[in-house]
């Protein structure tokens, strides 16, 4: 029994050895040599390189994959969101780019149209998108066939988006431009 009983407490006598030994290199901080707001610590301990930041360590990972920007200022999400505004989305997925709408039919009940936009860059070329028309026609509630189709109805909407996406950027990029900042002085 007694054998039992060390034998269950060496690991932990063991770990308590590895823990007690690495604490030898630990070297107190002199309060007047560091600043006292966080950030500045924070700061400083990057720049002599004892700390990391995770966010930076995402980003690095992000810019691997590809950098995009938010949502609202990318004129391809926004010119492919205006041109198909009249359908219900199911899904509108940013970060994945992505935007599948539901099914929509207009006048008759029998046939409908579902459109899927994946986006490849963020560049306004006519590469950057891939556009899936999908249509679905029923004879009855339980007889329906669904076909994905290609040609017109896809290189329409893509002439649509990459203009109202090159209108977008010709109007932000002026507005960046010819943007004015009015100072207003309280005592007049």
């Known amino acids: 029994m007694r054998f039992f009983k060390n034998t269950l407490l060496a690991p932990f006598y063991l770990l308590m050895v590895i823990s007690l030994s690495s604490c030898s290199g630990f070297k107190p901080g002199d309060a007047r040599k560091n600043p006292p707001e966080p950030e ?3 700061a400083k301990n990057l720049e002599e390189g004892r ?6 360590s995402v980003k690095k990972v992000a810019r691997g994959r590809g950098s995009f920007e938010f949502a609202s200022s990318n004129e391809l999400w926004r010119a492919s969101l205006d041109a198909i505004d009249f359908m219900p989305l199911a899904s509108a997925n940013y970060s994945g780019g992505v935007i599948i709408t539901d099914w929509y039919s207009e006048n008759d009940q029998n046939e409908s149209i579902k459109i ?8 306004i070329r006519s590469d950057s998108l891939d556009i899936n028309i999908f249509l679905k026609n029923c004879k009855d509630l339980m007889n329906c066939k669904t076909i994905q189709t290609e040609g017109q109805i896809a290189n329409e ?8 996406a090159a209108l977008y950027k010709e109007t932000g990029s002026k507005n960046k431009k010819n943007k004015k900042y ?5 005592k007049n």
């Open 40 to 42: 500045k610590r924070v």
């Open 182 to 186: 009015i100072y207003n002085d309280p």
């Open 51 to 56: 700390g990391f930041r995770l966010n930076d």
């Open 116 to 123: 899927t936009i994946r986006f490849l860059s963020n560049e």
């Open 157 to 164: 909407l893509r002439k649509k988006i990459l203009k109202k």
